[in-house]
């Protein structure tokens, strides 16, 4: 009976979006999700096309990752980046200044990776970048600020947007709710993950948000496990 509430999109405040959240749970919290991402392979699914993409620019490619959390898109892609011996420039930005130190940590200092508090609702994203990433964010917003972020990261990426999030659904609501408690030991992430999941867009929500963006043509596929991934190139 429950699981039926799926069929519409349930969207409720999160812990992971109280402004008041102590740093130590906002730390633990985005520990958890940094193992989430690697054990589902997030990363993993935004590699291919930002590879295409440097195998037809003239310099590294230069990427911005919205909402970053603790850099761990940013850190993963690098590494992959290194074992392909293809460079790459890799920003991350977030509104949080926890999230954002946390990355900087983590990136110890690495050349090709820098992070920047920014909150991509209320101020336009700087421009400059090849592609635009975003994992795990598209959840947290209503349609219009949904629209509104697609629409930052077309003015800002000058070949490729690409947005990895979950997709709903009642085998993904059970598998996150399953993972959030096994994968983390924050509080937090067991609580918001099945809400995640509620708020999440299906294939065919997400693809209708990023027309209405203006990207034009933004392909949408369901990725394993519990994700979409949605893929804009600029004609």
């Not at 990433?133 to 077309?154: G, I, Q």
Request: charged fraction near 25%.
């Amino acid at each position: 009976m429950f699981l039926s509430t799926l069929r519409r999109r349930d969207r409720r405040p999160e812990l992971m979006d109280d402004p008041a959240l102590p740093p130590a749970d906002h730390r633990r919290a985005l520990a958890g999700l940094a193992r989430i991402n690697r054990w589902t392979g997030a990363a993993k699914l935004l590699w291919p096309p930002l590879r295409t993409l440097a195998g037809t620019l003239p310099r590294p490619p230069r990427v911005l990752d919205v909402a970053t959390g603790s850099g761990d898109i940013p850190l993963a892609l690098a590494r992959y980046a290194a074992r392909a011996g293809v460079p790459v420039e890799i920003a991350g930005c977030d509104i949080s200044p926890v999230a954002v130190a946390e990355a900087a940590r983590r990136a110890g200092g690495a050349p090709n990776l820098r992070f920047f508090v920014h909150d991509v609702l209320k101020t336009p994203l700087p421009d400059g970048y090849d592609a635009v990433t975003c994992s795990l964010f598209v959840h947290h917003l209503d349609e219009p600020e949904a629209v509104n972020l697609f629409r930052a990261m077309k003015a800002a990426a000058g070949r490729l947007v690409l947005v990895n999030d979950l997709a709903r659904g009642r085998f993904n609501y059970l598998a996150v709710a399953f993972a959030a408690r096994v994968l983390s030991r924050s509080r937090i992430v067991p609580a918001d993950g099945p809400l995640s999941v509620r708020a999440a867009c299906t294939v065919g929500e997400m693809k209708a948000r990023a027309e209405r963006a203006g990207l034009t043509g933004a392909v949408v596929r369901g990725k394993f496990p519990c994700r979409q991934l949605l893929t804009w190139e600029k004609p």
